[in-house]
């Protein structure tokens, strides 16, 4: 089984079955055995990560919608992601298990990857002269000092 916890320090135990996935397809019309499709959306909709977790986990809490919303944001959202997919991997035979498994971690070191590309780009001195270059191009000559105030006032 796996598990998260949120940012009120309650740990939420996932566990997929077939009562989940059906439950999961009668309250959010998401089917979990849809291939790795879910793995994507949630990747784009943290929003739909937490309603999916509420789901698999509210059989285990009192706790609504609205609070366990308010204690899901930052590296929670991560942590949580991946116990879901862990999760959901161990729903299934050795075989698909195993090869889930290894798309799991190839999503991570797939976005690991990309963030260091991302932030080498912002990092880079020549975006700054590209982005400088085009808004002269675009606007014209820029500066950053304010104009110079007016040494007249028209009369009232």
């Not at 439950?23 to 998401?30: E, G, N, P, S, T």
């Not at 498994?101 to 990092?123: P, S, Y």
């Not at 085009?134 to 500066?143: H, R, V």
Request: with cysteine; net charge negative; glycine share 4%.
């Amino acid at each position: 089984m796996h598990s998260f916890t949120d940012n009120n320090d309650r740990t939420w135990a996932i566990e997929i079955t077939v009562s989940a996935i059906k439950r999961v397809k009668a309250v959010l019309d998401i089917d979990l055995l849809a291939g790795g499709k879910i793995f994507e959306r949630i990747a784009d909709d943290p929003v739909l990560l937490c309603d999916l977790l509420f789901v698999l986990c509210r059989a285990d809490t009192t706790v609504t919608d609205e609070d366990f919303g308010q204690a899901m944001a930052g590296d929670v959202l991560d942590a949580a992601s991946l116990a879901f997919m862990e999760a959901l991997a161990d729903f299934f035979p050795s075989r698909r298990r195993a090869l889930m498994h290894k798309t799991i971690a190839k999503i991570d070191d797939l976005q690991v990857i990309a963030m260091d590309v991302v932030e080498a780009k912002l990092d880079s001195p020549s975006l700054e002269a590209k982005l400088r270059q085009y808004l002269q191009t675009t606007l014209g000559e820029t500066s950053t000092a304010s104009p110079a105030a007016s040494g007249s006032t028209p009369d009232p």
